[in-house]
Structure formats: structure tokens, C-alpha cells
């Protein structure tokens, strides 16, 4: 099986770090790619649209809020949109799924087992 190929937007480096420490546990061959705005997500989208799950982070310096799932599912209407949020509220991940995204997930839980086991729903392992 080729590896995963996930597209990760978040501008927060110890986010970003924690994320792909938390997905090489798992999945020790998964190609991350790394944007830190939707300006080059939607760059790297143009490029290569091909990705198995899109790791979104709601809070960029161009983006901000649930329209940033709406702004990512018009460059790809397939894949599996993942949102990571401190945004907790009820309205805030309903309005996230309203848009297009696949699940909502709490930045507080990156560093837990559920983050992962989540993942395995959108990222079979090999």
C-alpha cells in the first residue's frame, strides 16, 4: 500500500510538530505536507490535489473560522477534511461539519490516543 499522503494547514510550529509526531507513530511512512495559510494551501491543492485527508487548523493569518473548511472543500470536494480547533463550542464544530468538513478535533487532544484512533477512520493502516 503507498503511503499516506496528508496535507497539513496549520500555522502553529509546535502544533505542526506535535501533529506529525503523533501520525509517525502510526503511520511511519506517511508523507506530510506541510502549509502554514490557505494562500499555499490553496497553492499546494492546485499542484497536487491529491491528498488521502486534509489536516485543518481554523485559526490562520488568512483564514479564519468555520468558512475556512468551505474555502478548502471548493479546491477539493473528496477528501476527507479533518478539523483541529480550540474552538469547543457546539456552534463552532456544527458549523464546521455544515461546511464540509469530515470531523472536528480538539487541538487539546493531539497528544492522546483518541486523536490517532480517530484518524484510522479516514487512514487505514498498512
Not at 491529491?50 to 481554523?58: A, P
Not at 471548493?74 to 470531523?103: M, Q, W, Y
Request: a neutral charge.
Amino acid at each position: 500500500m503507498p503511503p499516506q499522503k496528508i496535507l497539513m494547514v496549520e500555522d502553529d510550529a509546535p502544533d505542526r510538530v506535535l501533529i506529525k509526531k503523533s501520525i509517525h507513530e502510526k503511520w511511519m511512512s506517511a508523507e506530510i505536507t506541510e502549509s502554514t495559510s490557505m494562500e499555499s494551501a490553496y497553492k499546494i491543492l492546485s499542484k497536487s490535489p491529491r491528498f488521502d485527508l486534509i489536516l485543518l487548523d481554523l485559526n490562520l493569518p488568512d483564514a479564519y473560522g468555520p468558512a475556512t473548511v468551505r474555502q478548502i472543500r471548493e479546491l477539493n470536494k473528496r477528501c476527507p477534511i479533518f478539523v483541529l480547533t480550540n474552538l469547543s463550542t457546539d456552534i463552532a464544530v456544527n458549523e464546521c461539519l455544515k461546511e464540509g468538513a469530515n470531523h472536528v478535533c480538539l487541538k487539546k487532544d493531539l497528544l492522546s490516543n483518541n486523536f490517532t484512533n480517530l484518524l484510522e477512520k479516514y487512514l487505514p493502516l498498512t
